[in-house]
């Protein structure tokens, strides 16, 4: 693999556990990686119709890297974070990074309901999914990749 | 790989009622999108789906019910969802499909209003 | 870290899809981990009862490092890997790697029902669990830690 | 964390019956064997555990399980597990468990073995 920067590392919540997951790019892989998303919702006790909307966040980031990142090494880097102030955590936190070609972030349009029917125009809604099922996102792109932080809480 | 979605269609008169089972993604999209044109073409004024097993419809998912339910108006007919998870419902609003199909809680209303003399 | 040798590397199933995943060294991880056997259960069409003896085995090794390794990074590495001839996959192979102290693997004595009943020494079952519920089992231990590696056919 | 095994107990006469409801591990067993004992303290005579809602029980818990029934034994009382996933079962088998407790795969069974006089 070539030398490139390495993504900026700002972990807003560092020294919370942290479930690191690595999947290959591959058809319904980002299903797989889904089970860990399900499983940390559980583990803080997030309800049944959040963690559902957790993980079709992750769903839509995993598919965004999948098929618009071109990344050298094939794979799609994701960690897991619990934390909060109770014990058992009161947030989860997804962090989606791949190492691929990246993105004009600002240079993305919104999509809306009218271009999606009108014009026809039906793709384009994975990043507007994920602000929308989320509480908090972050997105960073450039050379060295894509990083799209998440949180959501319970 | 068993996560793909399994689409089962019943016709009842001129309307055909779909149950999807596990994840639509593209693949289940347009296996949905295919059964959809098939009963179309057959004849049906009215489609439901009725997507109760489904947990997670991805946006590439969406935006193919998206083009059946434009061919869907293009031939006067109309489509109807069901049993959408709180989550499924949101994203249907949110990429306003709600806005151009009905969406009802169980398959019954949705059969009852589709049936109903216009 | 101190500098330590690496651990053998000798995949099985080099170039077989490969997921990834660390989860730290805490009360309930393991069964976070789990819920990656149960989705590439799924994801092969293995059968619910063949997947929970996966799991039940990977809960295992999981609370062996846990519990003995004394690890440094105080994390568990695994690796999943579906593979075989057909497209789906006819296998699923797990490797769970600690970075701890390690252990004489000759030197584990066998349990028995009768030293757990007669003898009241009712621990030390793991590993045979672990062998008795996986189709083939590689155990490597030293002073780089401890590496299980386990298959399983559908 | 909700994988926390859950434990409730229901005595009918001098039978108690156990319900577990997920993973078993160190402190799922130890929660056990506290309800477990409390029981026998109470005069039951036999234990019934129906496990039907767990799925995993690491060796750990089983140790403790067998503890468990060992002081069953010391008071002749008696305990019998059901509701076993193959996997569970297989494993109380590999360790010896089932030479020691009957197993039987439904709670009815398991209550009218239990009932019947000796
Ligand atoms: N991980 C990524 N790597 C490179 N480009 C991306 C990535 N994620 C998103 N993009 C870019 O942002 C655009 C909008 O993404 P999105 O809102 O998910 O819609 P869609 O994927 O349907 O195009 C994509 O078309 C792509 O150009
Ligand atoms: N990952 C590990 N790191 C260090 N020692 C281990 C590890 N796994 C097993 N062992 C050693 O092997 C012994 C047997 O393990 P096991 O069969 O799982 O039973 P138990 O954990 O109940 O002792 C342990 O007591 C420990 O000494």
Known sequence: MAQRDPAPSQPTAAGAPAVSLTIPVAPEMEIVATAQADALGEYIDMGRDKIDEVKLALVEACINAFEHSHTEDNQVHITFRVGGRREAGEWLEIEVLDRGRGFDTAGVESPSPQKTFEERRRRGWGLHIIKSLMDEVQIESGEWGTRILMRKYK | ?118
């Open chain 2, 1 to 118: 790989m068993n996560e793909t979605c399994r689409v089962s269609v019943e016709r009842r008169g001129d309307v055909a009622v779909f149950w999807t089972d596990g994840y639509i993604n593209n693949q289940g999209g347009e296996e949905i999108a295919r059964e959809a044109y098939s009963e179309l073409d057959r004849g049906a004024r009215a489609l439901i789906m009725n997507l109760e097993k489904t947990r997670i419809v991805n946006s590439i998912g969406i935006s193919i019910l998206i083009e059946v339910l434009e061919k869907v108006m293009e031939r006067k007919a109309v489509l109807a969802f069901c049993g959408l998870t709180p989550t499924i419902d949101k994203t249907f609003r949110i990429m306003g499909l709600a806005q151009y199909a009905a969406i009802y809680p169980t398959e019954d209303e949705a059969f009852r209003a589709v049936s109903a003399p216009a």
